[in-house]
């Protein structure tokens, strides 16, 4: 089946963890790389769905695709969840937060000392719960396709993502690199497919990226 034929469903933005009612934890992940590639999408011809955590919703105006907020991981995770059936093209080029605070303040938490210490649990891992879906039979067809946004030894961390998670693809994304971090309009991105094969391209728009990203997903569905 064709990339038009399917359903396509990306993530993006970042997401917050509440610490009390006025702080979180969060990153600086703009949703910029997934509009770009829900845009790609949808002018595709894919039915397409945008599940993206806190962003300038000016990047939304006028989208004639189906869009969904989030805040949290868990949110995230239930969304996904929610959303994604046999057949379908997950592309997960959200960041959500790995950790969250074990405990919620419901009120400020008031400055009192020189330190304050806060514990943190795990987040749940989306792409290793999708990977569980598909393992025990319940996603049948679909395409999986991780980021991995690094700093360091990020070849070794993208493919150990892409085999721990079970992953068809992933788009390595140094956001220490120039012209690649977080907010910006431009990327630099190396797409590794599962079997070995590699891609890399230069910075370039993220519209551009999106497309490429894209045509790699369309070669794999036709392999």
């Not at 969840?81 to 009120?107: K, Q, T, W």
């Amino acid at each position: 089946m064709p990339l038009r034929d399917r359903r396509v469903i990306v993530t993006g933005g970042p997401t917050r963890e509440w610490i009390d009612p006025v702080r979180y934890i969060s990153n600086a992940s703009s949703g910029k790389m997934g509009i770009a590639l829900a845009d790609a999408a949808f002018e595709r011809g894919c039915e397409t769905l945008f599940i993206h955590g806190p962003i300038d919703v000016s990047l939304l105006a006028g989208k004639n695709y189906r869009t969904v907020g989030i805040e949290s991981t868990a949110e995230l995770l239930h969304a996904v969840i929610e959303e994604i059936s046999d057949g379908c093209v997950l592309i997960m080029a959200a960041a959500p937060a790995d950790y969250c605070p074990a405990e919620r303040s419901h009120e400020k938490i008031k400055k009192t000392g020189m330190e304050l210490v806060i514990r943190l649990r795990k987040n749940p891992d989306i792409l290793k719960r999708v990977a569980e879906e598909r393992a025990a039979g319940n996603l049948n067809g679909i395409f999986v396709a991780g980021f991995a946004a690094e700093t360091t030894d990020v070849e070794r961390y993208a493919i150990g993502k892409l085999e721990d998670k079970n992953l068809d693809m992933i788009c390595l994304n140094d956001v220490s690199a120039e012209s690649a971090g977080f907010g910006k309009d431009t990327n630099i991105i190396t797409i590794f497919k599962r079997g070995g094969s590699r891609t890399d391209l230069p910075v370039m728009p993220k519209r551009d990226a999106a497309e490429r990203i894209l045509d790699a997903i369309e070669e794999s569905l036709q392999a």
